[in-house]
């Protein structure tokens, strides 16, 4: 939740998909990418005199910067969404492949940021954990694709951007409570430690 500048930072990165996604409807694609843009910068202004953490605003404002410059380059709304669908498609990619090779990124991402190293690796109740926790996100990815893939094929801009709100950090909460769950079973099978 640090990370992403927690819940305000969460908040904070879907005002400019929201803002695009109602002002296309209402005022059509120019007018939309404007308004995006200035929302991220708005966001991040409000971060700085907030003194916020600016991390996530800038990378918002990078996001939405890309996603507006593709789509006034193609001249079609549904550009705007096409960073977000080939991000998800290498994602899906990423966690497949480590499910593969048993390098299950659930865990690697984990233990990288808590900074444990990779040992949990050699205990096979939490290698269990970790590839079910993988797999989970895979799906996550794999659903995002497919379902606003075909919406992008269909060219329905405004289905597309209400499926990119609701496959974004809903179900990025769902398989970070399937992860925790996860983990948190299967440590509960650990021996008690010394003190």
Same mark, same amino acid.
């Given at each position: 939740?640090?990370?992403?500048?927690?819940?305000?930072?969460?908040?904070?990165?879907?005002?400019?998909?929201?803002?695009?996604?109602?002002?296309?409807?209402?005022?059509?694609?120019?007018?939309?990418?404007?308004?995006?843009?200035?929302?991220?910068?708005?966001?991040?202004?409000?971060?700085?005199?907030?003194?916020?953490?600016?991390?996530?605003?800038?990378?918002?404002?990078?996001?939405?910067?890309?996603?507006?410059?593709?789509?006034?380059?193609?001249?079609?709304?549904?550009?705007?969404?096409?960073?977000?669908?080939?991000?998800?498609?290498?994602?899906?990619?990423?966690?497949?492949?480590? !499910?593969?090779?048993?390098? #299950? *990124?659930? =865990? &690697?991402?984990?233990? $990288?940021?808590?900074?444990?190293?990779?040992?949990? +690796?050699?205990?096979?109740?939490?290698?269990?954990?970790?590839?079910?926790?993988?797999?989970?996100?895979?799906?996550?990815?794999?659903?995002?694709?497919?379902?606003?893939?075909?919406?992008?094929?269909?060219?329905?801009?405004?289905?597309?951007?209400?499926?990119? !709100?609701?496959?974004?950090? #809903? *179900?990025? =909460? &769902?398989?970070?409570? $399937?992860?925790?769950?996860?983990?948190?079973?299967? +440590?509960?099978?650990?021996?008690?430690?010394?003190?």
């Amino acid at each position: 939740m640090e990370q992403m500048g927690g819940v305000t930072g969460i908040v904070a990165s879907t005002i400019p998909v929201v803002v695009f996604v109602v002002s296309n409807v209402l005022f059509g694609l120019q007018v939309a990418l404007i308004a995006a843009i200035a929302a991220g910068v708005l966001i991040a202004v409000y971060r700085i005199v907030r003194k916020q953490a600016l991390q996530p605003a800038v990378s918002g404002l990078l996001g939405v910067g890309v996603a507006a410059f593709i789509a006034y380059r193609t001249g079609e709304a549904r550009g705007f969404y096409l960073p977000g669908l080939l991000f998800s498609a290498s994602l899906g990619l990423a966690f497949l492949v480590s !499910l593969i090779v048993r390098w #299950p *990124l659930a =865990g &690697v991402i984990w233990h $990288g940021i808590n900074g444990d190293g990779q040992s949990w +690796r050699q205990d096979p109740r939490l290698l269990r954990a970790y590839m079910w926790a993988t797999a989970l996100w895979t799906l996550v990815f794999v659903a995002r694709v497919v379902v606003q893939g075909l919406l992008y094929n269909a060219d329905e801009e405004t289905w597309l951007g209400i499926a990119r !709100l609701a496959m974004g950090y #809903p *179900l990025v =909460g &769902v398989a970070l409570l $399937g992860t925790i769950l996860a983990v948190r079973r299967a +440590r509960a099978g650990d021996p008690p430690q010394p003190a």
